[in-house]
């Protein structure tokens, strides 16, 4: 396949800079409302009449942004900074001085920022956080304006600088990374006919877009783990060895188990201990498109690469007719940025059909925020929920996914062309640069 695709550079930019109203009264009064949309201003301090601090900036971080994104202050000059981290991880905001205030979820820190007239932006520098949204600015009100914020960097290049920069990042895609995952793993089967898998967690680097390398735990090498394939009526055997450095377990969501195969550690299970190993053994009872993954501290070894699919046919079911391409696509959200089984654009994987294809989509949401699918040019037909074929299929053209949900939908592949798909959460899928995160492509030839 070529590697850039000439339809796809032509896209039209979306919108990613979000810039809300003052709210002085709620920050007197340390409200955070994060509902209201508001992006407040640096509250004046009694003390800087008395040379202290030129005014307060509240930045509150959760999973994975911050609000408000855009700080305005009317001057020049040092600010106290609290910062809330309302994330259920560690974050901080670094400033592009180098200053940083970091805290752990759901606590609070303080520190000083001095802001120079030019403005200045911040990050979370925790890996991939940056690249999957976690960025901010402080501007300062231009001289002789009423409160006006000045250009951001984005603006102050020329249109010309803009267009190239977008088409630049566009060109690349697909672009070549290390690793793949959700890579089907065929089972071993044993003499009385169970299926066996042998997963394994351990820590690795992981490329999740060109030059791009972050810490994420997997399962046998990759992000997403390995998927498993059966049938409704298998005996199925997951064997987990624990190559990490901290607890683990492995919670087949979706499917029904005995209790104590369940994977929840205390109540069905111990948890499993670096360097040991645990066996998941039960019989097969329900088809769909379900999931597997951990659920020790699964609010960080999740998001950090610790799942995969597990699709479930049953042959004797012809609800949902069969497809020509049956692609299960992960999404997921958190230290790795924003990805599409485990990559970030330019480095997704386009799905590439002939026109008349009959294409299903398995969604599967394993991070930590919504994801409202949109894909141009053909229409959704939403077939199934959670495992279950729903007895009113319909049409969408932006597929809504909850974390922990797995919507099944078919795309008859109608129109030639390359066709965006992505998120439509728009900060999970362009910045300053353009496109990254949650972008691909459906590529239909004749």
Known sequence: MQRTFL??????????????????????????????????????????????????ITITAFDLGFEPAMVHVAAAGTYTVTFVNDGGVHHDVTFADGTTIAAEGHQTANGEVTIPAE????????????????????????????????A????????????????????????????????????????????????????????????????????NGMVPGPQLRAEVGDHIRIILHNDLPVPTTIHSHGLFVPPD?????????????????????????????????SHFMAEEQVPMGLLGAFIVTDPGDDAIPEADIDYAMILNDGPLGFTINGKGFPATEPIVAKQGDLIRIRYMNEGLQIHPMHLHGMPQLVVA????????????????????????????????????????ILTHAEGPDGMFGMVTALVVTE
Request: hydrophobic content about 40%; some cysteine.
């Open 261 to 293: 195969m369940d994977g929840v550690p205390v109540i069905s299970q111990p948890a499993v201990m670096p360097g040991e190993s645990f066996t998941y053994e039960y019989t097969l009872r329900n088809a769909g498109s379900h999931m597997y993954h």
């Open 152 to 219: 951001s960097p984005g603006e102050s290049m020329t249109a010309e600088e803009m267009r190239d920069v977008d088409a630049a990042v566009t060109a690349q895609f697909p672009a070549e990374t290390e690793g793949r995952g959700n890579e089907v793993l065929e089972p071993e089967i044993q003499p009385d006919g169970t299926l066996q898998w042998e997963l394994t967690a351990s820590v690795i680097q992981w490329e999740t877009e060109p030059g791009t390398f972050v810490e994420a735990y997997a399962y």
């Open 7 to 56: 339809y796809f550079a032509a896209f039209t930019a979306m919108a990613a800079v979000f810039a809300g109203a003052i709210v002085v009264t709620a920050l007197l009064f340390g409200a955070r409302d994060r509902a209201s949309g508001a992006s407040p201003s640096a509250i004046p301090s009694a003390s800087a009449v008395a040379g202290g601090p030129a005014g307060e």
């Open 119 to 150: 403005g200045m932006t911040f990050i979370c520098s925790v890996p991939g956080h940056a690249d999957a949204g976690m960025r901010g600015e402080v501007m300062v009100a231009a001289a002789g304006a009423s409160g006006g914020p000045q």
């Open 385 to 424: 929920k959670d495992g279950w074929a729903l007895p009113d299929p319909h049409y969408e053209d932006t597929v809504l996914v909850a974390p922990g949900e797995r919507i099944d939908v078919l795309v008859d592949a109608t129109e030639v062309g390359t066709w965006a798909f992505h998120c439509h």
